[in-house]
Structures are given as C-alpha cells and as structure tokens.
C-alpha cells in the first residue's frame, strides 16, 4: 500500500530550472542564445530569458567544427 501525505508542501526549484541553461562550449547557436540570454536577465525580459534557455536545452549541439 501506498501512502499519500495531501497537502504536503513541496519545494520544486522549478523557476530557476526554468531559466537554467547550459550551453556547450564551440556551439555557435548555444554562444548565440546566450548572448540574447545574458541581455534578457539585464532588460529583465522574463519571456525573452525562459525562451533563449529553452532553446539552449533543445539545442541539438551541432559543433562548427
Ligand atoms: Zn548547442
């Protein structure tokens, strides 16, 4: 039997993995994002921010060599 405790409070990091983003060194559209990614956090561009980590981690790392 599985016991369920309701409403216990659960403390997920989920706004920084939001934001969290790690791009690959030699990536060229990793160095790109990230350049929108560091302009986003100082504008305060919530959006623009959670966007370019998003395509970070989607990011396929397809190095230029
Ligand atoms: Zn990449």
């Known amino acids: 039997m599985t016991q369920r405790y309701p409403g216990e409070p659960v403390d ?3 706004d920084n ?3 969290e983003a ?3 060194a030699n990536c060229p559209r990793c160095a790109s994002e990230e350049v929108k990614l560091e302009s986003a956090a100082k504008s305060g561009d919530a959006k623009a921010r959670f966007e370019a ?6 990011c396929p790392h ?3 060599g």
């Open 53 to 58: 980590a998003r395509n970070i981690r989607q």
């Open 62 to 64: 397809s190095s230029a």
């Open 12 to 14: 997920l990091p989920l």
């Open 17 to 19: 993995w939001l934001y």
């Open 22 to 24: 790690k791009p690959k």
